[in-house]
Nanobody, 123 residues
Framework: QVQLVESGGGLVQAGGSLRLSCAASGRTLTSYAVGWFRQAPGKEREFVAVISRSDSTIYYADSVKGRFNISRDNSKNTVYLQMDTLKPDDSAVYYC????????????????WGQGTSVTVPS
């Protein structure tokens, strides 16, 4: 079992930055690909970014490419999502997920999820 806890969300003005953290316990995250997803009110959960187990493969959604950066710190068993140049459309609850199978961009591949952290970018 892997327990995931997201943190770092908040209210930020358009153009600002936030860094989200996904801290794991129970097992080391190096055994898992870790993805970030987000869900806005009334919408489905959508893919944001994913990093492979070896860090050799990273994918981003087109909507965040060039603005967001995913990374991991194995010493802290944590994966980060650095979000820059934030826009109102980035407002959502952000979730991290872990899976043993690879750099999946669909939610049904993920075995473990955190509880989410809210990001609000006022228009």
């Amino acid at each position: 079992q892997v327990q995931l806890v997201e943190s770092g969300g908040g209210l930020v003005q358009a153009g600002g930055s936030l860094r989200l953290s996904c801290a794991a316990s129970g097992r080391t995250l190096t055994s898992y690909a870790v993805g970030w997803f987000r869900q806005a009110p009334g919408k489905e959960r959508e893919f944001v970014a994913v990093i492979s187990r070896s860090d050799s493969t990273i994918y981003y959604a087109d909507s965040v490419k060039g603005r967001f950066n995913i990374s991991r710190d194995n010493s802290k068993n944590t994966v980060y999502l650095q979000m820059d140049t934030l826009k109102p459309d980035d407002s959502a609850v952000y979730y991290c997920g872990a899976n043993r199978f690879g750099t999946a961009t669909t939610t049904n591949t993920y075995e473990y999820w955190g509880q989410g952290t809210s990001v609000t970018v006022p228009s």
